[in-house]
């Protein structure tokens, strides 16, 4: 191991045990590692904004608490704190108040706006970092299982870099789905067997492909900039809850790992950590029925069919770490039925002008949920996280508006508008 390179040592969230990235991804005690990065976050400060400041783009204004490099600049952190490639467009999404969405004595509402990375999705900011490790050490090959975003993300990721992509996808894979990924250029196996096993096969120690997973250590820390990027815009202030859809957990263990972080650098009071409250469709709703049985692990589910065809994860592989994030926060695992993330998906293009996927409409109908159960009071304030652009999936049903004649365009005009 390269010794410039900071940030090397895994820990277990549960029990304390350490190991070495990148040898191992999971701890001997089944659960998921991550990066082991609280000394870097002792030291942690808001960097200042604005021009003349040495900002680095995207997510890498977070580079300090990133496994690439220092804030002094050594190693890795060179070669991917610059504003090169499309990692660089990776995060810096807006955070935006949406009041037009508050109900009446609902809470205020703010959406994270993740449709803006540059696939659409939150994935790039895990993917972003997954690839400038590979590239930073000379690793040829970064990989992933996934037939969605995290698919288009990595390979997107590695276009242009000199490490190459491979995605692993089910051989039942859908033509539009294989022609999203593959514009981008990377090696794609359609892999018979079963899909949930796969994802631990990828983990073995000694492979040629670093698989940058939708929950291993490497995307772990790169999605905790959604996190942080959402307090630093708060502060001084803080929001009191914020929501996200969970399917395999990588992204809520992320958001949960940088609100510790940022209580080690004494940024967040323990008495202010948002509550994180996980959103999952009820026809497949592993995590959440963790939750309402009390139950100290998540076990696999058989699944229906969902809308949210994103979140669809029946044996998540970071579960219970995602269980542990809602309850140590305060907050909760809930799940919402097909024809509220319907309704949710609606609302937010028809009252906010925000096109989202139906997963991440889940996070409206949560709010919902949340507020009607007076879990969330009027006075609070609430980050829904937008995670997936609903852009990708226009050609789904719909009627169509009625056809005008050109000669008639003027009269039928006067009717509209009269
Ligand atoms: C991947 C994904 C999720 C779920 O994230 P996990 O980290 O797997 O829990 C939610 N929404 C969208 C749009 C996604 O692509
Ligand atoms: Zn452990």
Redesign the pocket.
Known sequence: MNDQQSGTTLVCYRCGATAEFPDRKRCECGEPLWFDTDDAAGDFEWSAPGPGTDARPGVWRYADLLPVGTSEGVGPVDSVGTSEGVGAAAGDTPLVRAPSLDADAGPRIWLKDETENPTG???DRGSAVGVAWAAANDREWVGTVSH???AISVAANAAGTDARAVVLVPEDVSAERLAAIAQYDPDVLRIAGDYGDLYYATLEADSPVEFVN??TPLRVAG?KTTALEICEAFSPEVPDAIV?????????S?TWKALRELQHAGLLAANEVPRLYLVQAAACDPIAEAHRDGADEVTSVEAGETVAY??A?AD?P?GTR?LTAARETGGAVLSVPDDEILDAKAELARNAGFCV?P??ATTLAGIRRLSGAGELGADESVVAVL??TGFRELDVEGEKPEVVPLEGLSARLRVLTG
Do not use: C, R, W, Y
């Open positions: 999705s939150f994935k969605g975003n995290m939708s929950d999605q996200l859809p969970v399917s395999s957990g990588g992204h809520a992320a994103s979140i994860n998540p970071s995602a996927e997963a991440s995670t997936g």
